[in-house]
Nanobody, 121 residues
Framework: QVQVVESGGGLAQAGGSLRLSCAAS????????MGWYRQAPEKQRELVAV???????RYADSVKGRFTITRDNAKNTADLQMNSLKPEDTAVYYC???????????????WGQGTQVTVSS
């Protein structure tokens, strides 16, 4: 099994910044994608940003130009730098890790417990 732990959430004012960190550990074979998702109360979980092992990145339109995702393949970590925060960014943020289970190419999804981000106006 792979364990995923997020950190860095908290309270910020509109226009402020936070940096979220995600660390994967355990029985890692080979991580493909690492991504950040968020879920606000009474809303569906949505993709925020995803980065492949090769460095290809995709952002949600709502965060383009404000958020930056990075990763360290050697350390199995991924960070999300969030700048120019808005109240609508308030949500629980989850880290998602896609790991190859074996040489056969099977891929499994792992999720962290989530970290709360609250942005006040």
């Amino acid at each position: 099994q792979v364990q995923v732990v997020e950190s860095g959430g908290g309270l910020a004012q509109a226009g402020g910044s936070l940096r979220l960190s995600c660390a994967a550990s355990g029985n890692i074979f080979s991580i493909n994608d690492m991504g950040w998702y968020r879920q606000a109360p009474e809303k569906q979980r949505e993709l925020v940003a995803v980065i492949t092992s090769g460095g290809t990145i995709r952002y949600a339109d709502s965060v383009k130009g404000r958020f930056t995702i990075t990763r360290d393949n050697a350390k199995n970590t991924a960070d999300l730098q969030m700048n120019s925060l808005k109240p609508e960014d308030t949500a629980v943020y989850y880290c998602n890790v896609e790991d190859r289970g074996s040489i056969y190419g099977d891929i499994y999804d792992y999720w962290g417990q989530g970290t709360q981000v609250t942005v006040s106006s």
